[in-house]
């Protein structure tokens, strides 16, 4: 059972959706000893910066930093390469961005690693459509015709073809994802509510539950957790959420 807690926890990535540190910090204080993986997106890392991912490597936390990188190739080569450096365990690109682009992510992944023999190698993902994308949206606001399925599994081919390791999808489209590209293709799929949970801004959700049943390797939650007056329970009980799966 322990195993099973361990290899669950080690699948769910708590979003540290927060505009400072120190509120970070009493999060991960009230989540102590659940073995998670850490994302640190937009908000928090544009203010805490790169100290503050070597703070969570420091207290053993997989980190996956969420800056979903989308310039020219070179830009993004450089971007992939400094975080390479940093230590983190994943990180993503904007699939968007094309072919060239995530290829140069790629290479700035494995530039850094031939400069420095010490660094891992980090999970390197695109992002597909976002969880808040809708068939409107897509079509009318973006520009792109089809369907969102169609859509994400378009963008999870190219980022495949692009040698990638997997995309950032909503657990809706993993099936086809895995499908397609195969069940080795990483799936990270944020749009997570537990049973009886606001969605707020998202489009695309499933239960920890049925996430994990489509095959996913890794789910996101966020406000779920960080909003919730017992963080603590309200990720454990995601946890066994998985384990059911």
Do not use: W
């Amino acid at each position: 059972m322990a195993f099973l807690y361990e290899q669950a926890a080690g699948r769910l990535m708590v979003a540290l959706d927060y505009p400072s540190a120190e509120q970070a910090r009493n999060l991960i204080q009230d989540l102590e000893g659940i073995p998670c993986y850490m994302k640190v997106g937009m908000q928090l890392y544009y203010t805490a910066g790169p100290d503050f991912v070597k703070e969570l490597k420091a207290k053993g936390y997989s980190v996956f930093l969420d800056l979903k990188l989308h310039d020219i190739p070179n830009t993004v080569k450089g971007g992939a390469d400094s975080l390479t450096r940093l230590g983190v365990d994943m990180f993503n690109v904007h699939a968007s961005g094309g072919l060239k682009m995530m290829a140069a992510a790629k290479e700035g992944v494995l530039s850094a690693l031939d400069s420095e023999s010490s660094l891992r190698k980090p999970i390197l993902i695109g992002v597909t459509q976002l969880t808040s994308t809708n068939q409107e949206m897509l079509n009318r606001e973006i520009g792109i015709p089809g369907n969102v399925e169609q859509s994400v599994l378009s963008y999870a081919a190219l980022t495949q073809e692009a040698g990638l390791d997997g995309v950032v999808a909503s657990p809706l489209e993993v099936q086809a994802i895995k499908g397609r590209c195969g069940t080795s293709f990483i799936t990270v799929t944020p749009g997570i509510r537990p049973e009886g949970s606001s969605a707020g801004d998202q489009s695309r959700t499933l239960t920890p539950e049925e996430a994990m049943r489509q095959g996913t390797d890794y789910i996101v939650v966020g406000r779920p957790i960080t909003t919730s007056p017992q963080p603590r329970k309200a990720a454990e009980l995601i946890i066994e959420e998985m384990m059911k799966a």
